[in-house]
């Protein structure tokens, strides 16, 4: 029982979620070591949502609106935290939800696939009956994708990903949009859109920026996507890192 006037009470809820997650069996040893660094970079970075990150959310949502296939890919801490989000995100959206795990077992991802089913999202791609290509014919298991799903996408959101995949992503000619509180990484640098932000802020937010873009113009969206410089957008993400007095 976490003591509602606990001063870290949010970060505790989020702890307890992945510690329940980890009991029921949908993620993987190293998930809590993930968690534990994002939950570094985000005190540090103040626990907010940033300048830069709202930009790159603006411009995240934008760029999946005008898409002809978007997916969003969950792994086990993506689910464990923001399942009905996700699911909420999906339908706002209209895209397609894939399973990708970097640890990947058919236990793991038969439990996050009834997970899904279990909150009302049936048509989870990625799963143990689906049917499974190569990117770009690269013989390597982080290149798998479902073919309705990521092989097809034209556009994917991977939050929490793992360098080699975003990596791979990064060469085809599909626009990969990451969620990673750490600018430094190689899924951040690799990335066409980088939102530096903790997953429990971006998700709800992207639905809300969904709700209102939706009904703007697409010349409206491709000014807001052709304006972005994610390489600058980086590198304003890295200064709010700064640790200002009075932390
Ligand atoms: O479920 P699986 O098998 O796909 O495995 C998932 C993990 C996350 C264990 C796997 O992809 C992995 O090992 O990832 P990494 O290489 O540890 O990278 C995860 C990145 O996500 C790190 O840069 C963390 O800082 C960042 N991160 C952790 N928690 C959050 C986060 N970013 C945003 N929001 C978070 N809550």
Redesign the pocket.
Known sequence: MIPENHPRRDSLI?RDKIVKANDSG???P??L??????????YLLGERTTLPAKRAIYVAVATMIVADNPVISV?????A?VIDEIIGLANELNANIEI?????TDE?VDKIEKLYRKHGFDDILGGNDDEIKYLRSIKNPRATASKRGIYDADVVLV?????D?AEILSKTDKTVIC????PL?R??RKSDISIV????R?IPLMVQIARDLKNQDEEFLYELIDSYDNEYNLKESLEEFKIKEGY
């Open positions: 989020l949908i993620l993987a190293s998930s070591i993930a968690h534990g660094r994002g939950e570094t970079f985000d792994n086990g801490n993506t689910t935290l990708n795990l970097f640890y990947r793991r939050p929490l990903e793992d360098g995949r969620v990673d509180l750490n990484s899924t951040s932000d903790n997953i429990v971006v």
